[in-house]
């Protein structure tokens, strides 16, 4: 008996009992849910259907296209590099318009905000304009008098 290792898991099952009484309730599916599987089967199986001919037919153009191509590389690599080309210009001078609308804007704006701000600097230019020629007419008649009275001294 020494011989023997204990188990190492032991595992318990629960014993259901048997009850007459109860009924397994088999589920049924409802009228609606089958009237659903009957309507989407058929529409289901014919989207397939066009998905599968339109896999044929893509593959059929590419096999008759794919030598065309191969042919007119030559071609057709530099009239795809100058479309290319043609839609990169057009896009490029799109937005380059785009950002000199938005400069002249800006400018316009700016000028706009200087002009209603204007009348406020130019009373107060105008007034400074006022008061210094009227200090140089005082200073100059000040200085005019100051000459007749040393011109009068000098006689």
């Known amino acids: 008996m020494a011989d023997r290792s204990p188990p190492h898991q032991v595992q318990v099952h629960p014993q259901l009992r048997y009850d007459p009484g109860y009924k397994r309730q088999q589920k049924v599916p409802s009228a609606s849910k089958v009237l659903v599987v009957v ?9 397939l259907a066009l998905a599968g001919l ?6 059929i ?28 210009a057009f896009l490029s001078s799109g937005a ?9 804007s800006w400018v316009l704006q700016y000028l706009r905000q200087a002009t209603q701000a204007m009348p406020e600097q130019l009373d107060q230019a105008k007034k400074r304009m006022q008061d210094m020629a009227g200090y140089v007419g005082q200073k100059t008649k000040e200085m005019g008098q100051e000459i007749q009275k040393k011109a009068h001294e000098g006689k």
Request: net charge neutral; hydrophobic share 60%.
């Open 96 to 104: 380059f318009g785009l950002t000199g609308m938005t400069s002249l």
């Open 39 to 47: 309507t989407l089967l058929p529409l289901g199986g014919g989207l």
């Open 54 to 59: 339109t896999l044929v037919g893509t593959l």
């Open 61 to 88: 153009g590419l096999a008759i296209t794919t030598p065309l191509f191969l042919i007119f590389s030559p071609v057709l690599v530099p009239a795809a590099f100058v479309l290319a080309l043609a839609v990169v």
